[in-house]
C-alpha cells in the first residue's frame, strides 16, 4: 500500500521561510517523477514544482528563485524549500509521485493527504 505522508506546513509572516517534507512508503521514489501541487479555496490543484528521475525540474512561474525542490532516494523523501513567501502561496500542499513520462498537467500517480501553508501577517 503505498502512503505519501506530508508535514511542514504552518502559519508564516510574508518574507518568511518554511520546508515541506513527505515520507513514502510503499513506493521506492527513484522509479519516480516526484512533485508538489497546490490547491487554495475554489481552484483546481496546480503544479509548484515537480523533479524528474534524471533531476530536471519545473517550476511554476510564480515561485522561481523562491522555491527548491529536491528528493532524497535513499530516505524515501521529497521536500520543498520554500523562501520569501508571499499571501499568495496560502494553500494545501500536496506531495505526489508519478511515473516517468506522464507530464504535469493531469492528475495522475500517488498522492499525500495535504498539508496547509498560510501566509499572514
Known amino acids: 500500500q503505498v502512503q505519501l505522508v506530508e508535514s511542514g506546513g504552518d502559519l508564516v509572516q510574508p518574507g518568511g521561510s518554511l520546508r515541506l517534507s513527505c515520507a513514502v512508503s510503499?513506493?521506492?521514489?527513484?522509479?519516480?517523477?516526484v512533485a508538489w501541487y497546490r490547491q487554495d479555496q475554489g481552484t483546481q490543484r496546480d503544479l509548484v514544482a515537480g523533479l524528474t528521475q534524471s533531476g530536471i525540474t519545473n517550476y511554476r512561474d510564480s515561485v522561481k528563485g523562491r522555491f527548491t525542490i529536491s528528493r532524497d532516494n535513499a530516505n524515501n523523501t521529497v521536500t520543498l524549500q520554500m523562501n520569501s513567501l508571499k499571501p499568495e502561496d496560502t494553500a494545501v500542499y500536496y506531495c505526489n509521485i508519478r511515473p516517468p513520462g506522464t507530464g504535469w498537467i493531469r492528475e495522475a500517480g500517488d498522492w499525500g493527504q495535504g498539508t496547509q501553508v498560510t501566509v499572514s501577517s
Open positions: 510503499g513506493r521506492f521514489i527513484g522509479r519516480y517523477s
